[in-house]
């Protein structure tokens, strides 16, 4: 696994696939510190669940900016900019998808004892009305709470 990858390169092995495969987008991010300023990590992740059982090959690709949300037990700025990755990941497969099953996977507890549930409804408005399909959340979203979060980390401290 690497933590980018070439657009091109996840298409061509989309595109490759057969109509059984299934396809999963996740989004996960963490805050961190940096010389006394706060950044925020995103990963999207790609799963490509190849005939929907024969394994999977899995893409990330994380990025960094810095973090301007200034609830840090109920994130919602950094949140919904998960959201927006995941759905512009979507959005830029949309035509080589096709007819594979896709879902899109979001890293919100619906829990309202999690922070995260402060944007549960307004995430999954939004995915609904972008990407036209219901999105997963916890406990559901593997890609997001699982393949984008192994990409965590890669920033350089």
């Known amino acids: 696994m ?4 070439n657009i091109e390169e996840v298409k061509s092995f989309i595109n490759e696939s057969s109509l059984n495969s299934k396809i999963y987008i996740g989004a996960d991010s963490f805050r961190y510190n940096k010389k006394g300023k706060w950044y925020a990590e995103y990963t999207v992740a790609i799963v490509i669940h190849k005939e929907g059982r024969h394994g999977c090959k899995v893409f990330g690709k994380t990025t ?3 973090d301007y949300d200034n609830k840090h037990d109920r994130p919602a700025l950094r949140l919904m900019n998960e959201v927006y990755r ?7 497969l949309a035509d080589v998808i096709g007819d594979r099953h896709a879902e899109v996977h979001l890293d919100i507890n619906p829990d309202i004892m999690h922070g ?9 408005g939004y995915i609904r009305g972008v990407c036209n399909i219901v999105p997963m959340v916890k406990p559901q979203a593997f890609a997001a709470s699982y393949a984008a979060d ?3 980390g890669f920033y350089a401290a």
């Open 2 to 5: 690497s933590n980018t990858f």
């Open 64 to 66: 960094h900016e810095k």
């Open 86 to 92: 995941a759905s512009e990941m979507y959005l830029e």
């Open 116 to 124: 995260s549930s402060c944007v549960v409804n307004q995430a999954i």
């Open 150 to 152: 192994r990409f965590k």
